[in-house]
């Protein structure tokens, strides 16, 4: 699938949530055909709080995402490595940095409880909004998947691969995109 047409089949996923009409229902039957095998259309960099679930927020059964979780949604090296697997293995073209609206992880952040470790990497804005935050830490989140995996960057280069990053409302449900990168 291409990149545009995931991003596509998301979006038009999260308009269903948006408006409380969800057609993935996950059926017991359907359970046989992924235990052959799955075959994800995108990868999701999603935050660990309780509110963000891409699956219902996106509205896609079980076997169409692949996610990847940690508090703040930053590209650790291991979440690279996963989103690398994903890109040769599985063949997803459609990388989704993920941030949120209310991100404790944020509201820490901005407030210097942090002085290393992971969370000291969360990208603040010159806005101390928390929100402008989460939404400039999802976009900052492409370059550093670019700067640290060539083949992902070069992926991209090539157009086989594309970045987005937004930020989903917790309030309205809105999954709003704030940067991608472009297509050749
Ligand atoms: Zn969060």
Not at 41 to 47: D, G, L, P, Q
Not at 70 to 91: C, D, F, K, Q, R
Request: aromatic share 4%; glycine share 8%.
């Amino acid at each position: 699938m291409t990149p545009e047409l995931a991003l596509q089949n998301l979006l038009e996923g999260n308009k269903r949530y948006v408006e409380g009409c969800l057609t993935s229902n996950n059926l017991p039957e359907n359970r046989s055909i992924l235990a052959k095998g799955q075959a994800p259309i995108a990868s999701i960099i999603r935050c660990s709080d309780s509110r963000v679930a891409p699956e219902i927020v996106f509205d896609q059964p079980l076997g169409r995402l692949f996610v990847c979780g940690v508090a703040g949604n930053i590209p650790t090296p291991e979440i690279i490595e996963s989103l690398e697997y994903a890109m040769n293995h599985l063949g997803v073209s459609l990388i989704v940095i993920m941030g949120h609206t209310s991100c404790g992880a944020i509201s820490a952040a901005l407030h210097n409880e942090f002085v290393d470790g992971l969370f000291a990497q969360i990208a603040l804005s010159p806005n101390p909004d928390p929100d402008e935050c989460a939404a400039h830490n999802a976009e900052q989140g492409i370059s550093t998947i670019l700067g640290s995996s060539i083949q992902i960057e070069e992926a991209v280069k090539n157009g086989f691969v594309q970045i987005v990053a937004g930020v989903q409302d917790i309030a309205s449900g809105e999954f709003d995109l704030v940067a991608q990168t472009q297509l050749n």
